[in-house]
């Protein structure tokens, strides 16, 4: 009875406090965020390192299948929050951890592939061109990993993506132990300093610098429920650089229900297949949500998988406006709506309890984790 109650404190306890004037601004609500800390830790053998990178994962089960799942048990919950820990030297630990105070839980699938299917009729992605643009805030939060995904600047030495990236659900992908991140930066260009003749119809030529990952983080929810129901909710990973990347980065904040979204809207940029090179921006309505989940036609294509999806709001607290991440775009659904095929992207949620826990991952203090 005790577990059953506290399961329903972590589920029920975010409270989002919206402001009732008629001179509304859309404002980051204030949530009461969980303690996550580690427990034990485990080593385990060494990966193999045999899975094919995936750029996207596609599941059928959409929004009334994850709706009418029942809730995980508290018990359940504490070990999708488990996580592996994937050191650069191929060592490999696990990590149980412990859920106090207060808080929430989780739900995902995979399915068979819809090729070219990510596209809803006219294309609205705009490719970011010139250094003006992707350098500065915030395109220049979004990075290239070497395994063909996206990720996105979250802390000084830390870049979130998608679990799928890194892991296949099975085993880690090909690559992953020596997986870098890159940073798209201007060419230089030999004997030209001090020349100031641009070309404005052409797009100035960048290139990747990368950085070696340190090591990376993947909840027990991806790599336990991936061939099930659950897997998606959880897609979703942390990878700590060897080194500062030195730019400014975008913090990560709970996601707040999709009807408190300025206009309803979500925005990521990522570096999608089919546009090879180019930081690709999108922005579109969220058509539907889960707890863990939220259901979009934003444009993307394979290699976007892993870019934060983020939002603009109020900070009251600093009077100011303020992007945050609050979702980490996962792929795409073919789903059956009442005997209607219909398709979907899909971005998973930062809820309070993965606030906690990818906060603590790059703090390392519960204390610094208590505001979402």
């Not at 490719?127 to 395994?147: A, M």
């Not at 870098?180 to 001090?194: A, E, H, I, N, W």
């Not at 610098?209 to 959880?234: C, E, F, L, S």
Request: with cysteine; proline share 6%; glycine share 8%.
């Amino acid at each position: 009875m005790a577990a059953l109650s506290t399961l329903i404190l972590l589920l029920c306890a975010a409270k989002d406090v919206m402001p009732s004037s008629p001179h509304w601004k859309p404002t980051w609500p204030s949530y009461r965020v969980p303690v996550i800390l580690p427990q034990s830790t485990l080593n385990l053998d060494k990966p193999q390192f045999d899975a094919e990178a995936r750029l996207e994962v596609v599941s059928p089960c959409g929004p009334a299948c994850h709706k009418s799942s029942p809730l995980p048990t508290y018990e359940e919950v504490k070990n999708y929050l488990s996580y592996e820990t994937l050191y650069a030297n191929g060592s490999l630990t696990e990590t149980e951890v412990g859920i106090y105070i207060l808080s929430n839980g989780g739900d995902g699938s995979r399915g068979r592939s819809r090729t070219k299917r990510q596209i809803y009729g006219y294309d609205s992605r705009f490719s970011i061109f010139g250094k003006d643009f992707l350098l500065n805030y915030p395109f220049s939060t979004s990075v290239k990993l070497s395994t063909g995904c996206t990720g996105t600047l979250v802390a000084e030495k830390h870049v979130l993506t998608a679990a799928h990236c890194i892991h296949d659900g099975k085993s880690y992908v090909k690559g992953a132990q020596k997986l870098r991140v890159g940073f798209l930066k201007p060419k230089q260009k030999d004997g030209s300093k001090g020349s100031n003749i641009t070309n404005s119809a052409m797009p100035e030529k960048m290139k990747f610098q990368w950085i070696r990952v340190k090591r990376t983080h993947v909840p027990k929810g991806w790599i336990k429920g991936n061939a099930n129901d659950i897997g998606m909710d959880y897609d979703y990973a942390l990878l700590e650089l060897k080194k500062p990347h030195k730019r400014k980065f975008m913090k990560i904040g709970v996601s707040p229900p999709a009807r408190h979204l300025p206009g309803g809207r979500i925005h990521f940029s990522g570096y999608d297949n089919d546009r090879p090179g180019n930081l690709v921006y999108r922005f579109c309505d969220v058509k539907d949500e889960t707890y863990d989940l939220l259901y979009q036609q934003c444009d993307a294509q394979p290699g976007a998988s892993g870019s934060g999806v983020y939002v603009r709001m109020w900070k009251r607290q600093n009077h100011k406006w303020e992007r945050k991440i609050i979702g980490i775009f996962s792929g795409h659904q073919w789903v059956d709506m009442n005997g209607t095929p219909q398709d979907f992207n899909v971005a998973v949620r930062i809820t309070p309890l993965k606030y906690a826990q990818i906060c603590y991952w790059i703090k390392g203090n519960y204390l610094d984790c208590r505001e979402g």
